[in-house]
């Protein structure tokens, strides 16, 4: 693996941008502003202050519409919301917002969880209440927010025209378009498991449980028929390749937990696990083709994280570095199931990976504070040969716009 750094260009404001930005980049620069950065130039989209700070800018499919996260401190209170950008007509809309006198968030850099829809301009989002996180749909076509199902924690899956939703021990399933929102199943799951995987438009897996017996089954909200595959450890965090043919499970005996205890490919074809690692795996990212599998493990040294590549090809797995992430970096990872429905960090084609962080590891002390070393947005490229790491530009975190048609 060789490291290198490309070269930087110039910033420009919004309106300079082009018409098609795919394989263009998102991101956050270490002032907490957000750039978009194609055709080798910078674009500035927002800008923050000494008050506010943006999170988690979410694009649509058609690269027009950004949905993102803000945190206002105000003199006495906080004000946290949700805002739509149209990027060319440089308009900004409210979709949601809250004030209130303690900082009420989702996790440490996750003010709210957003995606959307596939094909559409629905923005599903959770978001905190004062007791528990509550399930919103906003409707491009209507301007209007409405409520789906609080009292989480909540974990959302979309499908083509179906949103799967597992709250502690339910599993719900909604039917979603510009004209309804209706509930179609609601089933009886484990606890202790995150999102629920589509296999197709009708089919989906879960995590069931009867007594002390754990096990993944695959459930057609159609025919309302539920098989069970296999049994697994208490606590298991699912995935699907995006080509369907391999589950990937993340499994731990505890629960909570940010760390586990292994990563298991299962072949849906073969009904066999076909490769597992035991390298403390925290979280892993699927590449657009099913051809590989990023994932990141932790190491003996607190903080540091070695970044792996799977070749599901030949299951041979390479390590390709070690390095710091940024704290929201850190976060999508430990969230991977439900940010690899959001945000991309594999571009379209399968050839390049994007990474926050440092691969600087000691701090610089000065006399009245440790300076932490400056975070930058890598990208990993060359993946089928020697992979080749290269430092793109100062950021906090990063990611690829959708395939533009």
């Not at 080798?40 to 993102?68: F, R």
């Not at 589509?198 to 002390?212: A, K, R, T």
């Not at 459930?219 to 296999?230: H, M, Q, R």
């Not at 000691?362 to 990208?379: A, G, R």
């Amino acid at each position: 693996m060789s490291c290198s750094t490309e070269r930087n260009d110039e910033f420009y404001d919004h309106t300079n941008l082009p018409k098609n930005l795919s394989n263009s980049i998102i991101y956050k620069t270490l002032n907490n502003d957000v750039n978009i950065y194609t055709d080798s130039n910078h674009h500035s989209i927002l800008n923050s202050d000494t008050n506010t700070k943006y999170y988690w800018p979410t694009i649509t499919d058609n690269n027009e519409y950004i949905a993102y996260s803000y945190v206002s401190e105000l003199s006495t209170e906080y004000q946290i919301g949700i805002d739509l950008l149209d990027i060319y007509k440089n308009t900004k809309s409210e979709v949601y917002s809250t004030k209130s006198s303690t900082k009420n968030l989702l996790s440490n850099n996750i003010p709210h969880y957003m995606t959307w829809a596939p094909n559409s301009n629905i923005l599903s989002f959770a978001t905190p209440t004062e007791n528990y996180p509550a399930l919103y749909i906003y409707k491009h076509t209507n301007t209007n927010y409405e409520k789906l199902i609080d009292f989480g924690p909540l974990w959302i899956n979309w499908n083509a025209d179906k949103l799967s939703v597992h709250r502690r021990d339910k599993r719900f399933v909604y039917e979603i378009n510009d004209s309804i929102s209706n509930l179609v199943d609601t089933t009886n799951v484990s606890m202790y498991y995150r999102i629920d995987p589509w296999i197709n438009s009708d089919e989906l897996l879960s995590i069931f449980q009867d007594f002390n017996i754990v096990s993944i089954g695959k459930s057609n909200i159609a025919t309302e028929i539920s098989e069970i595959l296999f049994n697994v450890n208490q606590y298991s965090m699912l995935n699907i390749s995006p080509n369907k043919k391999y589950l990937s499970i993340l499994s731990s005996d505890t629960y909570p937990t940010s760390v586990y205890d292994s990563l298991a490919l299962y072949d849906l074809q073969s009904n066999q696990i076909v490769f597992q690692t035991t390298d403390s795996p925290i979280g892993y990212f699927w590449s657009p083709d099913s051809s590989k599998v990023l994932i990141i493990s932790t190491t003996n040294d607190p903080g540091n994280y070695n970044v792996n590549l799977l070749n599901v090809n030949n299951y041979e797995l390479t390590k390709v570095q070690t390095m710091q992430f940024t704290s929201e970096q850190l976060e999508m990872f430990i969230f991977a199931d439900q940010f690899a429905n959001s945000h991309k960090l594999w571009s379209h084609d399968s050839s390049e990976i994007l990474i926050a962080g440092s691969i600087e590891f000691s701090n610089i002390e000065s006399e009245d504070q440790i300076v932490t070393p400056k975070y930058n947005i890598f990208k990993i490229s060359d993946l089928d040969t020697k992979p080749v790491m290269k430092k793109l530009f100062p950021g906090l975190i990063g990611y690829w716009t959708n395939l533009q048609k």
